[in-house]
Nanobody, 120 residues
Framework: QVQLVESGGGLVQAGGSLRLSCTAS????????MGWYRQAPGKQRELVAT???????NYADSVKGRFTISRDNAKNTVVLQMNSVKPEDTAVYYC??????????????WGQGIQVTVSS
């Protein structure tokens, strides 16, 4: 089965940095778009950043210039480097693999979510 395991969350002060990592199993990450999403209390899950198999990235306006998404296909890993974090970045962050973009019967897969809390 597909499994996405996140690590690196925690508590950080505003202006600081965190590095989230997601390791995937059960998929061919070389051809699968991946990304990070987040959900704050009382809000809908929203896109943070995505990256194609070729390394083309897309960012939410709220994080552009502060966060960087990258991937290591050989290690089946996608990383979100979070710099200059703000209190509004506080949320549960979810790793995503979009198999629907590659396979006819594919679907989105999600990690269990990790908490990121930014203190002021």
């Amino acid at each position: 089965q597909v499994q996405l395991v996140e690590s690196g969350g925690g508590l950080v002060q505003a202006g600081g940095s965190l590095r989230l990592s997601c390791t995937a199993s059960g998929i061919i990450s070389l051809i699968v778009p991946m990304g990070w999403y987040r959900q704050a209390p009382g809000k809908q899950r929203e896109l943070v950043a995505t990256i194609t198999s070729g390394g083309v990235t897309n960012y939410a306006d709220s994080v552009k210039g502060r966060f960087t998404i990258s991937r290591d296909n050989a290690k089946n890993t996608v990383v979100l480097q979070m710099n200059s974090v703000k209190p509004e970045d506080t949320a549960v962050y979810y790793c995503n693999a979009d198999l629907s973009a590659v396979f006819t019967r594919g679907r989105n897969y999600w990690g269990q979510g990790i908490q990121v809390t930014v203190s002021s």
